[in-house]
């Protein structure tokens, strides 16, 4: 079985950039690597700190490539994984162990977190437009009554008699110039 597509093993959460997944860099890595293999060239191409967290990245590259490629041999795919889920579910017997291992296997290929893609496809001002329609919808339910737009009064001040005198000076030589 040949997987093409490998998904990120990162398990650790932290404020440390070394177990951070970075899965972009991962990529810019390998694009990178088919033009030059000098670890200096690489740190600059990628946008990395140090050679050392260039090293890390690859290491992190092989371990991502051998998970899954253990994965593959031990023949565990998503099919395995729901079905042992399935059957745990449908026996619910006293089996948290394996299901706690089926949560540990679905978490270290990525699919520990369900998030719905409803917005997908459509463009930013759609977005945009129902988060607002959103914000004024709980603004009315909170507040009981419907949003009335402010209307504010703007009082323009009257320049001072040098400035409107300054102002006819510069016009005319405007006029002047232009006309001329």
Known sequence: MNIKTLKPVVFSTSQFNYYRNNVFQQNQLLKAMQTTIDPKELRR????????????????????????????RN????????SGIKNIA??????ATKLKAYQVLLRSIGLDKYEDQEDTGKSWEEVLVKITEKEED?????????????????????PPDEETKRREVDRELAKQLYEG
């Not at 023949?75 to 729901?82: G, K, N, P, R, Y």
């Not at 449908?90 to 089996?95: E, H, I, M, R």
């Not at 009315?140 to 009257?158: F, H, L, R, T």
């Open 45 to 72: 191409i990628v946008g990395l700190k140090t050679v050392a967290d260039v090293y890390r990245t690859l290491d992190k590259l092989a371990i991502r490539k051998e998970y899954h490629e253990a994965l593959a």
């Open 75 to 82: 023949e565990v795919t998503l099919d395995s994984i729901v």
């Open 90 to 95: 449908d026996t619910s017997g006293k089996d």
């Open 138 to 158: 709980d603004r009315k339910e909170s507040n009981g009554n419907e949003i009335v737009d402010a209307q504010y009064e703007v009082n323009i001040p009257v």
